[in-house]
């Protein structure tokens, strides 16, 4: 499906009304971009006129959609609304400036959402990536290694919960081995996160 066309409505088309909770659906996959880690996305789940709301045209086409999507922001409190509106053969993007109505519901929304998945609030989330995208400087090899890998789930560095050393993952597996470290590394282990020096079977 190729991206053929932008399209911008920075305000709601006159008469379309506000959302409302009823309207709306927040799914609870959301996203953390690795390299904008202060921003939250999420799909949204539309139940009303979209054809009115954001001025696209569907009715010509036989099968024809519009995915609503929003980045938050919750360190600064900006909220950013895009849509695709998609047809078997197009894509075409759009902006959308919420209401002051329109973005507080969102944002409550958003919060709800991951109270229920995660019991913490939009910035917890965001300050938990914060932490685990630092570099520690690994006191073994000297080396500076993010804590997260480029994956975003991958562990590369940690701080020895016995003596306060950071150490990377090369330096443990080089000392005790890959299979070690992944046992050590399972939450379900009970043991205790140590460097290559302290760890003990």
């Not at 789940?45 to 929003?70: I, M």
């Not at 080089?174 to 140590?194: F, K, P, R």
Request: proline residues 3%; glycine residues 4%; aromatic residues 10%.
């Amino acid at each position: 499906m190729g991206l053929n066309k932008t399209i911008q409505a920075h305000e709601a088309v006159s008469g379309a009304a506000n959302w409302t909770k009823d309207n709306l659906v927040i799914d609870p996959d959301y996203e953390i971009d690795n390299k904008k880690i202060d921003w939250i996305n999420v799909s949204i789940e539309v139940w009303f006129d979209a054809d009115a709301k954001f001025g696209v045209k569907s009715l010509p086409y036989d099968e024809s959609w519009v995915n609503l999507y929003a980045d938050y922001n919750p360190i600064t409190d900006e909220l950013k609304i895009w849509y695709t509106f998609n047809t078997d053969d197009t894509c075409e993007l759009g902006v959308y400036e919420p209401s002051e109505e329109e973005k507080a519901l969102v944002i409550e929304m958003i919060s709800a959402m991951l109270f229920k998945e995660e019991s913490c609030s939009p910035r917890d989330v965001v300050e938990q990536r914060r932490e685990e995208q630092r570099i520690l400087t690994c006191d073994f090899c000297g080396s500076e290694v993010q804590r997260l890998g480029n994956d975003g789930e991958t562990y590369m560095s940690w701080e020895c919960e016995l003596c306060d050393k950071c150490f990377c993952r090369s330096c443990f597996v080089a000392q005790h081995g890959s299979e070690l470290l992944e046992i050590m590394t399972d939450m379900t282990s009970g043991w205790n996160m140590a460097c290559p020096d302290c760890f003990e079977i």
